[in-house]
């Protein structure tokens, strides 16, 4: 299995709190990815980075910002955390874009009441 | 815009029969398809790519053909047992996709004993 952490795997928190999701890869891979999967929608694109210090938006980007400082990690923040924002977040690594599999965390369950 | 089908959202099948996995595409200028398998409460664990010049990839039981000028792709699973029984999802990259993988809704597998 691929190098992929994600932490935490679950939290609770409360609306309009801010919060920060970890992914850890130990694969060296230059690509990392924020997916949320909701039931209905499937799985969608929130933010990628394809360097260190370089990301750009995904479909859902929206209340969420994120942070590249190392190659190995990836930040996700709700700056203020909402119900809509609800869901299982999964972290994903590629060594490129075009010819190369996607590799996949476990996910980290959010619940904001 | 791309979009990605699977059919049926839901299958049950007895143990030891082969079965297919349908997801069909509607834009061909894509540079590769995966198939990914899902387990209730996991992460994706990728299963098989497939190049867009390739036809077809193999990995034990598994069996993933590609026909892009019909946007279809099969995913065949060979002796199926109970451990198979999972949510099999598809996801193409599509050419234009700035880095954007497009997922189908996955099928739910489910292997009776």
């Known amino acids: 299995d691929a190098g992929i952490t994600q932490s935490p795997r679950h939290k609770v928190t409360e609306t309009g709190t801010p919060v920060t999701l970890r992914c850890h890869q130990t694969?060296?891979?230059?690509?990392m990815y924020w997916y949320r999967q909701d039931p209905g929608h499937g799985l969608r694109l929130i933010h990628y980075?394809?360097?260190?210090?370089?990301?750009d938006k995904g479909e859902v980007s929206d209340g969420y910002s994120v942070s590249r400082s190392k190659t190995e990690d990836f930040l996700l923040t709700l700056e203020s955390a909402t119900s809509s924002q609800t869901s299982v977040y999964f972290c994903?690594?590629?060594?490129?874009?075009?010819?190369?599999?996607?590799?996949f965390g476990q996910g980290t369950r959010l619940t904001v009441v | 815009k791309q979009e990605v089908t699977q059919i049926p959202a839901a299958l049950s099948v007895p143990e030891g029969e082969n079965l297919v996995l349908n997801c069909s595409f509607t834009?061909?200028?894509?540079?590769?398809l995966q198939w990914f398998r899902q387990d209730p409460g996991k992460g994706l664990t990728s299963l098989l790519l497939?190049?867009?010049s390739q036809r077809e990839q193999t990995s034990g039981r598994l069996n993933a053909s590609l026909d892009k000028s019909s946007g279809r792709s099969t995913l065949y699973i060979a002796a199926s047992q109970p451990g198979d029984s999972a949510t099999y999802l598809c996801?193409?990259?599509?050419?234009?996709?700035?880095?954007?993988?497009?997922w189908g809704a996955g099928t739910k597998l489910i292997i009776k004993p």
């Open positions: 994903a690594i590629s060594e490129g874009v075009q010819n190369t599999e996607a590799f």
């Open positions: 694969e060296n891979h230059r690509y």
């Open positions: 980075s394809y360097g260190v210090k370089d990301t």
């Open positions: 834009d061909s200028a894509i540079y590769n």
């Open positions: 497939i190049q867009s």
């Open positions: 996801a193409v990259n599509p050419m234009d996709s700035n880095y954007q993988l497009i």
